[in-house]
């Protein structure tokens, strides 16, 4: 039994209800304007140290700038991209690496888009490859896009990137899940004791490709589930990238990590929340660098 003096009545009891609904909704109508509004438009440049197996020693420092992810057209014009460009720029790297998903769908924004593009240039190169929704709106306007930009599309394909008798080998693959990757193509003739950074799409199949002689992959098609809770995670991810979600990891019994970029649009919904639109600026190390 309650005494009298904590008793609440039921005036009061509904009052109370009424007041903490209203607190709420407007907790839930703040966290919806934030998620819609700020934080999609909130760019984080995010900076890490990558120590890698047999990077030779003059890539020590070696300064690589990851984005993917653009999606075109889904709540991303062209102001956005030119922004984005900029503080790529500002960065000054030495490689530039771009993972796919340019457009969302329409390649409506494809010429304006191959302008802004163009402006980015970096010492060693360009370098991309094509994403899921890349292959929905138009592969071949998107791979010509990029290569009118000055980026060098990676089909199933390597380029050696060398300083003095020192090489670093870039391969990409085709989308992973709705091209037609072939990983066997894309490291023909890499010795196997070279150091390879892959371009692939999805994350998970890092998986896969932990059987061959790579040391890096990098990836986007996630979006870090664009929407994270706290002590939950993310509410979705899309199939091939709930793995390898967001950030680096270790492929488990193998030498390979991989490194997920949460990107830089969004699609299925126009929302950010816990996880920010990422620009990876990553310096490549060798492993006796702590």
């Given amino acids: 039994m309650w005494s009298t003096s904590t008793r609440i009545s039921r005036r009061d009891f509904l009052k109370m209800s009424v007041q903490g609904a209203l607190a709420l909704l407007g907790t839930a109508g703040l966290s919806g304007v934030y998620a819609y509004g700020i934080e999609p438009h909130w760019m984080e440049i995010k900076q890490l140290n990558i120590a890698l197996a047999k990077l030779p020693s003059s890539f020590n420092q070696f300064r690589i700038v990851h984005f993917s992810d653009l999606h075109l057209g889904f709540y991303s014009n062209l102001a956005h991209l030119s922004e984005l460009v900029e503080?790529?720029?500002?960065?000054?790297?030495?490689?530039?690496?771009?993972?796919?998903?340019?457009?969302?769908?329409?390649?409506?924004?494809?010429?304006?888009?191959?302008?802004?593009?163009?402006?980015?240039?970096?010492?060693?190169?360009?370098?991309?490859?094509?994403?899921?929704?890349?292959?929905?709106?138009?592969?071949?306007?998107?791979?010509?896009?990029?290569?009118?930009?000055?980026?060098r599309v990676l089909h199933n394909e390597h380029i050696v990137i060398q300083k003095g008798m020192d090489k670093l080998h870039i391969a990409g693959v085709?989308?992973?899940?709705?091209?037609?990757?072939?990983?066997?193509?894309?490291?023909?003739?890499?010795?196997?004791?070279?150091?390879t950074i892959l371009l692939a799409h999805e994350p998970d199949f890092a998986d896969e490709y932990s059987r061959f002689p790579v040391a890096l992959q990098l990836s986007g098609h996630s979006h870090g589930g664009q929407i994270r809770l706290p002590f939950f995670g993310a509410l979705y991810t899309p199939p091939h990238g709930s793995k390898y979600t967001a950030g680096l990891y270790q492929v488990p019994n193998s030498l390979l990590q991989v490194y997920t970029t949460r990107g830089i649009g969004m699609t299925r919904f126009p929302l950010r929340f816990n996880c920010r639109p990422e620009l990876t600026v990553m310096t490549l190390q060798t492993e006796s660098i702590e």
């Fill in 87 to 151: 503080q790529v720029r500002e960065l000054k790297p030495d490689l530039i690496c771009f993972t796919g998903d340019l457009v969302d769908r329409s390649i409506a924004y494809m010429p304006e888009a191959v302008s802004i593009l163009s402006q980015l240039r970096a010492p060693y190169g360009q370098y991309a490859v094509l994403g899921n929704h890349d292959a929905f709106g138009n592969r071949s306007a998107v791979t010509r896009g990029l290569s009118q930009a000055g980026f």
């Fill in 174 to 195: 085709d989308d992973p899940w709705v091209g037609k990757p072939d990983i066997r193509a894309a490291l023909l003739h890499i010795p196997e004791d070279a150091c």
